[in-house]
């Protein structure tokens, strides 16, 4: 088990010479799970992208799109699991404040959108948000964009691109794009994020948001027990 290490049951304690009865509960967790998962599917994407170095594109460019998909969106997945798993514990997060209070501004962030959670959290417990312009939010705010592009997907022309284009341009430099397709010969989104690097920097920002996140915070970097699970 990773995240949850609580078993339901029940276990029979004695005290004093009186057995007493005592509920165990547990509480699942997939935070580190869902980041485990995109880790390994970028694993899966390098080596792909290795044993065809040097090749014509083929059909192994369909399984290269099935890794890079599923690692985006498994990293937001993972993100937004993270904030939700700190909201599901009020008197953790808010230990200074009444019982209601506690559940009642938990409820209002874990309305707001996956960014606006952890800058609302940090705000309310008197820490500095992430600054909108630097790193490492500005690069979870693109991960997030294209996770939503793929998943709410527009077909465009690709000499006509308008959407996907502008996209590009926020990812292009983030990190190493296909070696199978160049610029003279297809589009930056979504043909050539089609890469290991694309898959690496995803898991790697993921990473590196939430452990500074945990940081600020003042928590345990539970990702460091998992390292070598999470090498992308």
């Not at 009642?104 to 948000?129: F, H, M, N, P």
């Not at 705010?141 to 465009?156: Q, Y």
């Not at 926020?170 to 050539?192: A, D, N, W, Y």
């Amino acid at each position: 088990m990773t995240d949850s290490e609580a078993i339901t049951g029940t276990a029979n304690i004695v005290l004093e010479g009186a057995t007493v009865s005592a509920k165990l509960r547990q509480k699942s967790a997939f935070a580190i799970q869902h980041l485990i998962a995109a880790a390994r599917f970028s694993r899966q994407c390098g080596e792909i992208q290795k044993q065809n170095e040097g090749k014509a594109l083929g059909s192994f460019y369909d399984e290269q799109i099935s890794c890079v998909s599923a690692a985006i969106m498994l990293c937001v997945a993972s993100i937004e699991s993270n904030i939700n798993e700190l909201l599901s514990m009020p008197e953790t997060l808010f230990p200074e404040a009444d019982p209601n209070i506690q559940k009642e501004v938990s409820s209002l962030i874990g309305e707001l959108s996956i960014i606006d959670k952890y800058q609302r959290i940090l705000l309310a417990k008197g820490i500095t948000a992430f600054d909108k312009g630097s790193q490492p939010l500005q690069d979870i705010e693109v991960l997030i964009s294209l996770r939503n592009e793929l998943v709410h997907f527009h077909p465009e022309w690709h000499d006509e691109q308008q959407r996907h284009e502008k996209l590009g341009r926020k990812l292009r430099g983030k990190f190493e794009l296909s070696p199978f397709i160049t610029e003279s010969t297809g589009v930056l989104f979504p043909q050539r994020i089609v890469s290991h690097g694309c898959t690496k920097w995803a898991v790697e920002k993921s990473i590196e948001f939430m452990t500074q996140f945990n940081s600020k915070l003042g928590l345990h970097d539970k990702f460091s027990d998992f390292q070598e699970r999470l090498n992308p």
